[in-house]
């Protein structure tokens, strides 16, 4: 049983619904449950057990008298004139000793009758028009608390003002919103806007976390963890904050929504996600996608989004093969018939965790009917096309097919330069991918003429920390080290190597890679002791969080043997490059140019073993 006082939003539907959720969503932040009720049954004797099985429950009631009578009430026990089904529902409360608050609509605030499709239904009788003054002349007179309101902030504002009032009826309280002493006139205006602050927060914080989840998503590995300065520093804008304290302030809120079991599970998982808390993100995406699945068919779209959720926050775990359950268990829901673009989202969420898991030539395939859907559904331009053409490139590039990459890359440039400005994150994140299906195919001279001034506007617009700008500076090394300046690559590696260690953490993908691109760097200076020490760490962590058939595990395998190799090391060299042989012949094909350099590698290696 919750803690939290249960209170009936009494109001005209067709003329105040949207108010009335104001006040709703009010009545959440200050640690209350709303209850709502838009249609009674008509029937003779059924309108008391409704009212009873609603409001009864309730500690009070808060009416919303607006300029509409409504809906009248055929056999109300207690006869008068005229009582609408509205003002019935405040009678009721005061009947069975309820606290009743009434929020009365200014005369000079008229608002339109809508039907719940949003059509307009006219104005009422004048007869009905004259019943309805007579019982707003009635409520000027209650002694019940009343606030006039004369627009939608006045309704958001009078709510906050209850704040204590809305205390007497807790037995237990929530520490944030304890009150102690007297409330003085200067008291009330700081509650009511600290409340205010607080619903406005609430605000932003649903914007957070409905962008932050595609940031965090990136095609570019590099910005699976992508920082959200940039966001940050949006919201903050406009609000008018600085930028520390508003990422206080959602984190705070943050942790509220996490920690209160009365919020619904799935936002409560999204809460975790937001703070970076995947292990409990996952487990509450998957018990709010069970809740769902108990309400059945007309809950199913919820079902998907936990489950996808779920598939998120194992995805950040690097726990790839758990990730791809989820996305697959939400996929099974969705209907390409019914629902093309759902369809598409599902999939797509399938190719890139098959992606992330080396499964390259999967993902391609989901890829390539993905972006086929999506192309019909929404059209050549539209952001999510891109978004999948991008990530097909990349499977392209990971594969060997380096110029059908960078015929895709160069696909997408095109089009997001004719409907994006020249600087936009998403035309210098392709600009950064063509650079690496360039690099594929030895136009290292080119790609570094791509990727200088990609590095330039990054470290100008994100900052030097940006996890683009580090993407597009270690891209930079890579083509340094293959026009055999591999100093000047070192150098670079060491600097975004520290940083990515630090941000992204010591276990990261992105920064092993990065770590394997140092040691190869030393390799090639002839510093063979050291590469061969990082190359072996890269190798333990990889193994231990990777599944053993990740391409990643041959490609450490391959350079470690390579570095033994050149240190006389020839047997241990031998195992390790028959391991990359074996293991890149299986998933990449014994065609492939990785699986044909470690099988010229290994024949080489055992050719100098024969030697005396």
Request: net charge neutral; glycine share 6%.
């Amino acid at each position: 049983m919750s803690d939290k006082p249960t209170i009936f939003v009494s109001a005209v539907s067709k003329e105040l619904r949207k108010q009335r959720e104001i006040i709703g969503k009010a009545l959440r932040f200050l640690g209350c449950e709303p209850v709502f009720q838009d249609e009674f049954g008509t029937e003779t004797g059924n309108i008391r057990g409704m009212l009873s099985a609603k409001i009864g429950p309730c500690q009070a009631l808060i009416q919303l008298v607006g300029h509409s009578l409504g809906s009248v009430v055929k056999d109300a026990r207690r006869v008068r004139d005229v009582m609408s089904y509205t003002q019935y529902e405040a009678d009721f409360a005061e009947e069975k000793g309820k606290r009743v608050w009434y929020f009365l609509v200014a005369d000079t605030w008229r608002l339109p009758l809508l039907a719940e499709d949003g059509s307009n239904l006219g104005p009422e009788t004048q007869d009905e028009t004259d019943d309805q003054r007579t019982y707003r002349r009635k409520i000027k007179g209650s002694p019940n608390l009343y606030h006039t309101v004369a627009d939608e902030k006045d309704v958001q504002i009078a709510a906050f003002k209850m704040l204590r009032e809305l205390d007497t009826l807790r037995e237990k309280h929530t520490p944030w919103l304890m009150v102690d002493g007297e409330t003085s006139p200067a008291d009330e205006k700081a509650l009511t806007l600290e409340g205010d602050i607080r619903l406005q927060l609430r605000e932003v914080f649903d914007e957070y976390v409905k962008k932050v989840g595609p940031i965090r998503q990136q095609a570019n590995p590099a910005a699976e963890e992508a920082s959200e300065d940039d966001l940050i520093a949006q919201l903050a804008k406009r609000q008018g904050k600085d930028p520390d304290e508003l990422r206080r302030q959602l984190n705070q809120t943050a942790v509220a929504i996490q920690q209160d079991p009365t919020e619904p599970l799935l936002k409560r998982a999204t809460a975790a996600y937001a703070r970076r808390e995947y292990t409990e993100a996952e487990k509450l995406a998957l018990e709010a996608g069970e809740e769902s699945a108990r309400r059945g068919p007309e809950a199913t779209a919820k079902r998907i989004k936990a489950l996808q959720l779920a598939g998120d926050a194992a995805r950040e775990q690097i726990k790839y093969a758990q990730a791809l359950n989820h996305y697959r268990a939400a996929a099974s829901l969705t209907d390409k018939q019914r629902n093309p673009v759902e369809w598409a989202v599902a999939q797509h969420q399938i190719a890139r965790v098959l992606g992330d898991d080396g499964k390259y030539k999967k993902a391609e395939t989901i890829l390539r009917r993905v972006v086929e859907i999506r192309k019909r559904s929404l059209g050549d331009e539209h952001s999510d096309v891109l978004l999948s053409r991008n990530w097909l490139g990349n499977m392209l590039r990971s594969q060997g097919k380096y110029p059908a990459s960078e015929q895709e890359h160069r696909a997408v440039i095109a089009i997001r330069e004719r409907v994006l400005d020249a600087e936009h994150p998403d035309i210098l994140r392709s600009r950064n991918n063509l650079a690496g299906a360039l690099q594929g195919q030895g136009k290292n001279a080119e790609a570094e003429k791509e990727l200088r001034p990609v590095m330039v506007i990054l470290q100008r617009v994100l900052g030097a920390e940006h996890p683009n700008t580090l993407a597009v500076r270690a891209n930079l090394a890579v083509a340094l080290q293959a026009q055999g300046k591999n100093a000047a690559a070192e150098q670079e590696y060491r600097a975004v190597l520290a940083i990515r260690q630090r941000v992204q953490g010591a276990e990261h993908p992105t920064t092993l890679q990065n770590r394997n691109n140092l040691a190869l760097a030393l390799q090639a200076q002839g510093k063979n002791a050291e590469a061969e020490q990082e190359h072996r760490a890269v190798l333990a962590i990889r193994e231990r969080i990777l599944s053993l058939d990740h391409p990643d595990i041959f490609q450490s395998s391959f350079n470690l043997a390579l570095c033994l190799e050149a240190q006389k090391k020839l047997k241990e060299a031998l195992a390790f490059m028959q391991r990359a042989e074996d293991g890149w012949g299986k998933g990449l094909g014994s065609e492939h140019r990785d699986s044909k350099e470690a099988k010229a590698a290994r024949e080489r290696i055992k050719a100098a073993m024969r030697k005396p």
